[in-house]
């Protein structure tokens, strides 16, 4: 992916709002055939002999999730003609929304021309885009905000290629030898890894996670990640991502509707190892560390029984009332160990984590809870930038109170009412007083449908590129 100012390939992209007058110039034929409507696409013989696409941005002002859709549209107009070079003209999404939008025009078009069952570095290879109707005032910083943008795409496409892989090819330990083989691939010096395999982890009394992940034959670890690129600064945000490889239910076993996305439900530390490698591949200038706990929740002699009280990392206890609310289990860990040994001044956690919120929110919609107005109001903008939705849910002491436990500090579930808000209060429990933000991504993680045209059948990558702008937020 590269800039250019004149065409170079044969095949020439262009976006035209809707009515726009250099349609009508062309023929009343073609005028009746294409009028900008949004997603239209007319393809035609130009003067010079080259074959020209235009697609149609529509009336309004365009939004970064429809930037983003315009992009990837483009890029399988192409591969649906089986184009592999081709000149895309981005100055109409300059004039709309600035040469900063490139970036999100950089994901649409690495996006648009990712398939499921390729490496997406392969995907990546076989097409690639001449952007073109830059300034030449703008060239350097175009320049810039491309190469940001795919990395934050290349970010999102290892997130999908990890959640789409089966589970049986992703134990615990594959998962976190294939994210420590990813970063190191960078060679960044601001980067550090430590690997914690399931004999230091019970020695550490990380014991919900154990509890979780040792009920499997593919026993679980723990994947710290640091990325220190100010050394002088104390500041230093936590990322937390649930790491199921394999999500059974345990004791509580999943209905068999369910048990086709059991090996999905490590989404959110595929989107924390997406956004640190992005952050580390763009050389961006906050400390952050990630905390991935990993395991399997499976069926056997050992595996955790509903009313079982067990101790955590934090000192707490914890009362299990179901053995399929695991997750929240292995977060609670991993959270406490941030705040504790990571020394983390914020943290995020990030899970597919309820099925609440999916009923409440649909497939396009994430939630989130948050503790901290100030935190809150630096994710709006992140997720502003990124394009992807998130809403924000309440919550009151009574919340609170429903996961009070009579013989143990703490229970994992709450009442009949309110999953979602109980799940990510149940983790605040082991922030210890740390500015807190949760996202439940259990609907975005995954689509059967798609929903937006950069989107494929199954993994959707979702949180990374929010991450990623709320770190650089930060």
């Known amino acids: 992916m590269n800039t250019q100012k004149q065409w170079k390939n044969k095949f020439q992209i262009s976006f035209v709002a809707e009515d726009h007058q250099k349609i009508h110039e062309l023929s009343a034929g073609l005028q009746r055939l294409f ?17 020209s696409v235009y697609i149609g941005i529509g009336k309004e002002p365009l939004t970064t999730n429809q930037i983003i859709e ?12 089986h184009i592999k070079h081709y000149d895309l003209d981005v100055s109409t999404f300059i004039d709309e929304a600035g040469v900063d939008c490139l970036e999100q025009v950089a994901q649409g078009v690495c996006l648009g021309t990712f398939e499921k069952y390729k490496s997406y570095e392969e995907s990546l290879r076989t097409f ?23 990395a934050i795409a290349e970010g999102i496409l290892f997130a999908r290629e990890l959640v789409n892989c ?5 134990t615990p330990m594959e ?37 979780v992940g040792n009920s499997s034959a593919n026993l679980p670890c723990f994947l710290e990640i640091e990325y220190t690129p100010k050394p002088e600064s104390k500041n230093r945000i936590g990322l937390v991502g649930k790491g199921v490889t ?42 952050v560390s990630a905390f991935l706990p990993m395991c399997e929740n499976r069926i056997s002699s050992g595996s955790l029984l509903p009313g079982d009280v067990i101790s955590s990392y934090s000192g707490k206890t914890i009362e299990v009332m179901n053995t399929d609310a695991e997750g929240r289990l292995i977060l609670a860990d991993a959270v406490a160990y941030a705040v504790r040994k990571g020394e983390v001044t914020s943290v995020l956690d990030i899970a597919t984590l ?8 649909g497939f396009s919609i994430a939630g989130v809870l948050c503790d901290q107005e100030q935190l809150f109001q630096q994710f709006s903008k992140a997720a502003n930038r990124s394009g992807e939705q998130y809403h924000r849910l309440p919550f009151k002491k009574e919340h609170e109170e429903m996961i009070k436990s009579e013989v143990a500090d703490v229970k994992n579930v709450g009442d009949s009412c309110c999953g979602t808000i109980t799940a990510g209060l149940f983790i605040r429990e ?11 991504i259990a609907g975005t993680a995954w689509v059967d449908k798609p929903i937006w045209n950069y989107q494929k059948t199954g993994a959707t990558g979702a949180g990374v590129s929010t991450i990623y702008y709320f770190c650089e937020e930060e």
């Open 246 to 287: 394999v999500d059974t239910g345990g004791y509580c076993l999943k209905p068999s509707a369910s048990m086709a996305g059991i090996k999905g439900d490590m989404a959110g530390a595929a989107a924390v190892a997406g956004a640190i490698y992005a952050l580390a591949k763009n050389g961006q200038k906050k400390n």
């Open 70 to 81: 315009l992009a990837a549209f483009a890029s399988q107009v192409m591969k649906k003609h």
């Open 354 to 361: 309820t099925g609440a919120v999916v009923n409440m929110l």
């Open 430 to 440: 082991f922030a210890e007083q740390t500015p807190w933000i949760h996202l439940d």
């Open 128 to 150: 690639t885009a001449c952007f073109c109707g830059i300034p030449d005032l703008q060239q350097r910083k175009a320049k810039a905000h491309i190469a940001k943008g795919q």
């Open 166 to 170: 089966p589970s049986n090819q992703l």
């Open 175 to 211: 998962f976190a030898g294939r994210l420590m083989k990813k970063l190191n691939s960078l060679h960044c010096k601001e980067l550090s890894i430590q690997l914690i395999d399931a004999d230091k982890l019970k020695k550490m009394g990380m014991n919900a996670l154990y509890s």
């Open 35 to 51: 009028c900008g409507k949004y997603l239209q696409h007319l393809i035609f013989e130009n003067e010079e002999a080259n074959m």
